[in-house]
Nanobody, 122 residues
Framework: QVQLVESGGGLVQPGGSLRLSCAASGSIVNINAMGWYRQATGKERELVAAITSGGSTNYADSVKGRCTISRDNAKNTVDLQMNSLKPEDTAVYYC????????????????WGQGTQVTVSS
């Protein structure tokens, strides 16, 4: 199994910045993609940003130009730098890893963190 632990959420004023961090641990053979998703109250979970082991990135249109995702493959960590935050960015943010956890099993599975609350409010 792969465990993901997030940190860095909190309360920030509109226009402010936050940096979310996530560390993966446990039985890890390989992690393909890592990313951040968010779920606002009453809405479905949505992709915020993702990054492959090769460094290719993908961002939701709503955060392009305001967020930067980065990854340390050696440490199995992924960060999300969020700038110019808006009230509509308020949500629980979840770290995701698409990983292989058994050397004898070539299948990859999605693993999720417990979530960290981000609240953008004055």
């Amino acid at each position: 199994q792969v465990q993901l632990v997030e940190s860095g959420g909190g309360l920030v004023q509109p226009g402010g910045s936050l940096r979310l961090s996530c560390a993966a641990s446990g039985s890890i053979v390989n992690i393909n993609a890592m990313g951040w998703y968010r779920q606002a109250t009453g809405k479905e979970r949505e992709l915020v940003a993702a990054i492959t082991s090769g460094g290719s990135t993908n961002y939701a249109d709503s955060v392009k130009g305001r967020c930067t995702i980065s990854r340390d493959n050696a440490k199995n960590t992924v960060d999300l730098q969020m700038n110019s935050l808006k009230p509509e960015d308020t949500a629980v943010y979840y770290c995701n890893a698409y990983a292989r956890s058994r050397w004898y099993d070539y299948n990859y599975n999605d693993y999720w963190g417990q979530g960290t609350q981000v609240t953008v409010s004055s």
